[in-house]
């Protein structure tokens, strides 16, 4: 019975990223959804609100297709060698660290501005009769998709397929719309600069644990090449020259850490922290040093776009003293 309820809080474990990071999304989607309902009832347009929702089946629609093809992308590199499947996954590794980093730091920033230039876009469209729904549709279409696909991008570069991760996602876009509706369908007052705050730092952290998992798939084809044949193997110089022979890896550097007895990452509870941080029980010194700046150099700009300030602009301000 034990190993039951922990086999299950392992599957569950692989929800919470996904869960983070679509109600994180999520909320952001709703809160465009929802200006722009807002703003269409006090406009006395509401007959474009079919637009609106139109855009936001469409928008969840193309979301689906596209983690589709990026799942279909990774079944066929498998099929043509482990080599190119890990250079694949870790190329969409790399691409969500990037995409959510710059979502997780530009939402910050122009969060205080985002209902003045919604409501500015709207105006804009609505001046222009014959293709205001068409406008409508767009705007929401496109605030959608640019969500769906920073979570797709994510999914697919922890390689996160299954029943799990999907009702994370599904879970998380339910309790987002929840949160939409509580906010303008019955006027609930939420603080969601706290709500924003509080996801940003776990977004933080799960995407900082991406940057280990891309390494790790990076390093993973590139031994995969390195076994082709002897001329390859020089691809691996760390066997031959840093790394202790027990402590090497590929293009990894020396090994940091090794808990593969005392937290295995497939074990309880070694598999949440990998699901939730990537963390892994076979630390290399490359892995380290990037979670490291990773870390400190996206996390001191978020916390300085919570604080209202900017990195440039403050060193600008100190040279000029």
């Not at 919470?16 to 406009?43: D, H, M, Q, S």
């Not at 891309?214 to 110089?237: Q, T």
Request: hydrophobic content about 55%.
């Amino acid at each position: 019975m034990f190993d039951v309820l922990l086999e299950l809080v392992m599957d569950l474990s692989s929800a919470i990223p996904t869960f983070v990071i679509t109600l994180r999304e999520g909320v952001e989607a709703a809160l465009v959804i929802g200006i722009v309902l807002a703003y269409l009832n006090k406009a006395n347009r509401r007959n474009l609100r079919g637009w609106v929702w139109g855009g936001v089946a469409v928008g969840l629609a193309a979301s689906g297709m596209i983690g589709a093809l990026f799942g279909w992308m990774v079944e066929q590199a498998g099929a043509a060698g482990s080599s190119i499947e890990q250079f694949l996954e870790a190329s969409f590794s790399v691409l969500a660290i990037a995409c959510l980093s710059w979502m997780l730091i530009w939402m910050t920033r122009n969060a205080r501005s985002l209902k003045q230039d919604v409501e500015g876009a709207i105006g804009s469209v609505l001046k222009q009769d014959a293709q205001a729904g068409w406008g409508i549709f767009g705007l929401v279409f496109f605030a959608v998709v640019r969500e769906g696909f920073e979570t797709v991008l994510f999914i697919t570069g922890k390689f996160q397929q299954g029943l799990f991760p999907a009702i994370g996602a599904i879970s998380g876009i339910g309790v987002a719309a929840l949160i939409g509706i509580l906010l303008f369908r019955w006027g609930i007052r939420l603080n969601l600069r706290k709500f924003f705050m509080v996801m940003g730092v776990l977004l933080l952290l799960i995407v900082s644990g991406l940057v280990v998992t891309a390494l790790g798939h990076f390093d993973a084809g590139m031994s995969a090449l390195a076994s082709v044949d002897r001329k390859s193997a020089s691809i691996c110089f760390f066997y031959e020259r840093f790394a202790k022979p027990q402590d090497r890896d590929c293009v990894l550097g020396g090994m940091v850490w090794n808990f593969s007895k005392v937290l295995p990452a497939e074990q309880f509870p070694g598999s949440i922290l990998s699901t939730l941080f990537g963390y892994t029980d076979r630390l290399y010194l490359v892995q380290a040093v990037a979670y490291v700046v990773f870390l400190f150099t996206v996390g001191s700009l978020y916390f300085q776009s919570l604080l209202g300030r900017s990195w440039f602009s403050l060193r600008r301000t100190s040279k000029q003293n």
